[in-house]
């Protein structure tokens, strides 16, 4: 069985949020929430993360529409993973995002926490959803 190392990344405007794999690639788990201040900065931290989970891929969550066009939103998400692939030179990969944040404030609910003061957190749980839908579409000729 291949190793995987992917970084899923919910890109917000505000904050990105952040998830690793397992090397077997089947389970999606939050990392971290990045509060975004430059492209620079940005690419800083998510480099140390690529370093130190060896990761060979990233994972962006499209903010697609809710009748699948590509919007304003989905273009800048893409140029941002686009200048991010290049500066880390790594692959991106995209998922359809629609919806994952609402699925982590259900999860959350679901914690018996409050989604309004856990911001950072839907974010994490939203990447780890984006990640876990790319690692459960790979077919098992890929691992």
Not at 13 to 18: D, E, L, Q, Y
Not at 120 to 131: E, N, P, Q, S, V
Request: glycine share 10%; charged share 25%.
């Amino acid at each position: 069985m291949t190793r995987i190392s992917a970084l899923g990344l919910d890109v917000g405007r505000k904050r990105i949020g952040v998830a690793g794999c397992d090397g077997t690639g089947l389970i999606a788990t939050g990392l971290e929430t990045i509060e975004r201040r430059s492209f620079a900065e940005d690419v800083a931290r998510l480099r140390k993360l690529v370093e130190a989970r060896r990761a060979t891929v990233l994972v962006v969550g499209m903010p697609y529409k809710l009748d699948g066009e590509v919007g304003a939103q989905a273009r800048q998400v893409q140029r941002f993973a686009e200048r991010l692939g290049a500066a880390l030179n790594l692959p991106v990969e995209y998922v359809d995002e629609r919806l994952t944040s609402y699925a982590a404030e259900e999860l959350i609910h679901a914690e018996g926490r409050s989604p309004s003061h856990n911001k950072a957190l839907i974010d994490r749980k939203a990447a780890a959803i984006i990640l876990q839908q790319w690692l459960d579409g790979r077919s098992p000729t890929q691992t």
